[in-house]
C-alpha cells in the first residue's frame, strides 16, 4: 500500500460500500486490500473457502464481508449480494473482477471449457450487476468489469475468453449508455499481463486447470500496480480505461490494419506452427 501513488482524489472512496468479485487472489485480493486502506466496507466472493480464510485472516480488524460463491452460478449471486446488502445496508460500487482464462485450440477444446468461461466472465458480472444495481442506482455509483485486451482483438488458443471479454463489454457498453442520465458511471478496464494465479488456472481442451504459465510472469504487472490504476481510473469516472501501451497499440492495430494485426498476433501466439501452451 505504502508505495503506491494514488491520484488526488481518493477520498472519493471513503465510507463506500464495495463488492469485487473474485477477491481472494491476484487483481481481485489487491482491489480489495486497497479498497479497505481507503475507507470502504467490502465485500468479496470466490469459490474457495481456505482462500477466502486467509484473506480474512489477513485484515481481522477491517470491513471485510467474505461469501464463498461460484458467480457462474445465479443462485450463488444472489445470495453474495443478498448478504453485502444486509451487513453493510447498501453498495455503491461493483468491480466484476472474478475471471477464468483458457489455452486450446478451438477444434481441440471441449465445449465444457467454453461454458465455463462464458458462466464466470458474462453471465458471473451479469448476475452480480442485475441484483446490485438497484442499490447502485439509489447511491449514483459505479459498474466495473475486469476484461482484457481479448475483449478487443480475437486472441488465438483463448478464443472462449475474447468471446466472453466481448460479451462483457458489448454487455456494458450498452448499459452504460441506458444509465447515462442517472449518475451512475460504467466502466471496463482492460490490464496487460499481470503476474497472478490466472495462466495457471487457466482451463485446457479438457476444461481442467492447467496448472503452469507459458510466460514469464516476473516481467509482469503486478497485481497492486493494476488494482491502483482501476481504482484511480473509477475515481476519475473514466469510460475506459487500457492499461498498457501494448494493448493501446494492438486496439489501435487491429481497427486500422486488420490483416497485418491477424499475422501479428498469430506470430505472437504460435512457436514453430504450435499454440504456445
Ligand atoms: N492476469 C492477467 O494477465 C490479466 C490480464 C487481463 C485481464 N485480466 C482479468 O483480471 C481479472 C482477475 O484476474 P487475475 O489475473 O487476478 O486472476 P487470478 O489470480 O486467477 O484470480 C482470480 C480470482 O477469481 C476467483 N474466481 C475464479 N473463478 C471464480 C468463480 N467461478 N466464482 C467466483 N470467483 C472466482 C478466484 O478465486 P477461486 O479460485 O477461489 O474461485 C480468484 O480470487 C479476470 O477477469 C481476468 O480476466 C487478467
Known amino acids: 500500500m505504502s508505495s503506491l501513488s494514488f491520484n488526488k482524489n481518493m477520498d472519493y472512496f471513503k465510507g463506500k460500500i464495495a463488492v ?4 481472494s487472489e491476484g487483481i481481485g485480493k489487491a482491489l480489495v486490500e486497497q479498497l479497505l486502506g481507503l475507507g470502504c466496507r467490502v465485500s468479496t466472493c470466490g ?13 481481522p480488524d477491517k470491513p471485510l464481508n467474505t461469501f464463498v460463491a461460484d458467480v457462474g ?18 453498495i455503491d460500487l461493483i468491480i466484476n473482477n472474478a475471471g477464468v482464462s483458457m489455452r486450446g485450440l478451438f ?5 465444457e471449457t467454453f461454458q465455463h468461461l462464458m458462466n464466470v466472465n458474462f453471465w458471473g458480472a451479469l448476475y452480480c450487476t442485475k441484483y446490485a444495481l438497484p ?35 458489448g454487455w456494458l457498453e450498452a448499459l452504460r449508455t441506458e444509465l447515462l442520465h442517472t449518475g451512475v458511471n460504467v466502466m471496463w478496464v482492460c490490464p496487460g499481463f499481470t503476474a497472478s494465479n490466472i495462466r495457471f488456472a487457466a482451463l485446457n481442451t479438457e476444461a481442467k486447470q492447467q496448472g503452469a504459465s507459458p510466460m514469464e510472469e516476473g516481467k509482469m504487472m503486478t497485481a497492486d500496480e493494476v488494482a491502483q490504476n482501476i481504482l ?8 475506459t480505461l487500457i492499461m498498457t501501451g501494448q494493448g493501446k497499440l494492438t486496439v489501435w492495430m487491429n481497427r486500422i490494419f486488420g490483416g497485418i494485426t ?3 498476433v498469430h506470430r505472437f501466439y504460435f512457436k514453430n506452427g504450435e499454440l504456445v501452451k
Open 73 to 90: 452460478h445465479e443462485n450463488d449471486c444472489v445470495q453474495f449480494i443478498k448478504s453485502t446488502l444486509k451487513i453493510y445496508g447498501g
Open 107 to 111: 477444434n481441440d477444446t471441449k465445449v
Open 20 to 23: 469485487v468479485t473474485g477477491g
Open 262 to 264: 491477424d499475422k501479428l
Open 232 to 239: 484511480n481510473a473509477i475515481a476519475k469516472r473514466k469510460r
Open 135 to 169: 442499490s447502485i442506482l439509489e447511491r449514483r455509483g459505479d459498474v466495473v468489469g475486469v476484461s482484457s485486451i481479448a475483449g478487443y482483438r480475437g486472441l488465438p488458443g483463448r478464443s472462449g475468453y475474447s468471446a466472453s471479454k466481448y460479451a462483457l463489454q
Open 47 to 59: 469459490r474457495s473457502a481456505d482462500k477466502l480464510y486467509d484473506l480474512q485472516v489477513l485484515h
